[in-house]
Each structure stands twice: as C-alpha cells, then as structure tokens.
C-alpha cells in the first residue's frame, strides 16, 4: 500500500522524511504552483458557484487575490504564491532553515 505524507501536496513517506525540515529548491516551485491551478480549475469545475464561491474567499485572502478569475488564472496565482511565499522564505533562511532541499532517489 502507498502511504501519502502532506506538505501543501501529496508526497511519499519517503520523500517527506528526505526532505524533514529543510525548504524545497526553488526548482519545485513552478509545479508546485501546477498542482494548486489543476486542483483549483477542478474544482471551480465540479462545484456550483455558490460552493466555490464559499470554499475559495479564505484562499483568495490568504494569497492577496482581487476576484475569483484570478485563482484560475495561472500567472496570477504563480505570482500571488511567489509574494507570499519569498517572505517567508526569507523568514525560515535567517531563523536556520536550510534550503535548496531536492530529492536524491
């Protein structure tokens, strides 16, 4: 049986303890972002407006986002991630956090 770990995405056991507390590469980020607008634009697809419309407002003001469109426009929601996430970066860098993390298998 495959076991799944989560860190913003699926991933195997394995590979979460690989990476433990170290912070991706950004060489991840582009597709990490991919995951996210596929899950989204399915969604938006599966569900009724007024269920989209209630599930999305905490994720539309966590990424700083002006209207529903901009969750599945791609390049809107790239760079909504990109701004909040080099910050925190920034942050977990100058508290001891290493980073460049990539999975060797």
């Known amino acids: 049986m495959y076991e799944f770990?989560?860190?913003l995405i699926p991933t195997s056991k394995e590979v979460n303890s690989s990476k433990s507390n170290n912070i991706p590469s950004w060489?991840?980020?582009?597709s990490?972002?991919?995951?996210?607008?596929?899950?989204?634009?399915?969604?938006?697809?599966?569900?009724?407006?007024?269920?989209?419309?209630?599930?999305?407002e905490p994720y539309m003001s966590?990424?700083?986002?002006?209207?529903?469109?901009?969750?599945?426009?791609r390049e809107k929601l790239f760079n909504?991630?990109?701004q909040?996430?080099?910050?925190?970066?920034?942050?977990a860098e100058n508290q001891g956090f290493a980073s460049g993390w990539k999975y060797a298998a």
């Open 5 to 7: 770990k989560w860190n």
């Open 27 to 30: 060489d991840y980020f582009e």
């Open 84 to 91: 909040l996430a080099n910050p925190l970066v920034s942050i």
């Open 32 to 56: 990490f972002v991919e995951v996210h607008h596929k899950g989204l634009v399915t969604m938006y697809d599966l569900l009724g407006s007024n269920q989209w419309t209630k599930r999305i």
């Open 62 to 73: 966590d990424l700083n986002l002006n209207s529903q469109e901009d969750l599945l426009n």
């Open 80 to 82: 909504a991630y990109e």
